[in-house]
């Protein structure tokens, strides 16, 4: 009888702590685990950390006065988390920013050509070609103004530009954020095309839940600054706590408010 193939993780974060302005404390000892090729949800609401998370793990928080001041980041087995931005792009992660940051002002094709600065030139004709299979409106919009686009084309751009940098890690932070349900089915259904064609390892930072875990194995949901549950991604689909509060379902599968959940006594049984 063969053995499973035996799990290896391409990025470790391990009991970090993040503080900004010096005086504010985000992430309180945050640990979490990536497994390499696959999609890693990582779940929370407004202010929970998420995107200090991504940012602390790319590189970026030194640009808002943030730093990790204890813990660890670890990513193929190297510690990255005392390195600058630039050097992580090019150790293979890429992050695509909550609220897109496209460069309104060129085209599309000139923006997926920003993607690929790190790569060498001979790449660029056929990632430029795999990304439009990707987003085949991208094409039909190549040489448009970037900002002339909809939200959700734009969304696309900004993964696209993600594609050309060929990452072996994609940060995505809240994709579906203010887009309509059905751009938000297309956009998780290219992502999971992107997983499993392109063999890109995704950690994927999202409020949408549902859609959220549909594509991933694993999840991770925060609350202030820290893990309070995790495990397959199923399974937590599955969960009554999870419905509750994220899904918005109770426990007999009504819908419910916020409102009517007793926030206070599940939280504390999270964190304790």
Request: charged share 25%.
């Amino acid at each position: 009888m063969n053995a499973a193939p035996a799990v290896t993780n391409l990025l470790r974060v391990e009991n970090l702590e993040v503080v900004y302005n010096d005086v504010v404390l985000v992430l309180k000892g945050l640990s979490l685990a990536v497994r390499e090729g696959e999609i890693t949800a990582l779940l929370g609401a407004n202010g929970a950390g998420k995107s200090t998370t991504l940012k602390a793990i790319s590189g970026l928080l030194l640009s808002e006065n943030g730093e990790v001041t204890a813990g660890s980041v670890v990513y193929d087995e190297r510690p990255i988390h005392g390195m600058l931005p630039e050097r992580i792009v090019r150790q293979g992660v890429f992050q695509v920013m909550e609220g897109r940051r496209i460069f309104v002002d060129i085209t599309v094709e000139e923006n997926l050509r920003c993607g690929a600065h790190t790569r060498p030139r001979s790449e660029f004709a056929e990632s430029l070609e795999k990304v439009y299979d990707y987003f085949p409106r991208l094409k039909e919009r190549r040489k448009q103004l970037a900002g002339y686009m909809s939200g959700g084309e734009q969304q696309m751009l900004a993964i696209g530009r993600a594609v050309m940098a060929r990452p072996r890690l994609l940060l995505l932070d809240e994709p579906s954020l203010g887009l309509a349900p059905l751009l938000v089915e297309e956009i998780f259904e290219i992502v999971t095309r992107i997983n499993k064609n392109e063999g890109v390892t995704v950690l994927l930072v999202e409020q949408n839940a549902r859609a959220a875990l549909s594509v991933s194995g694993q999840g991770y949901i925060m609350e202030n600054g820290r893990i309070v549950m995790e495990g397959a991604a199923k399974n937590l689909l599955d969960n009554p706590d999870v419905q509750e509060f994220y899904l918005g379902m109770g426990h007999g599968g009504s819908k419910k408010s916020y409102r009517d959940v007793k926030h206070y006594r599940r939280r504390k049984r999270w964190l304790g």
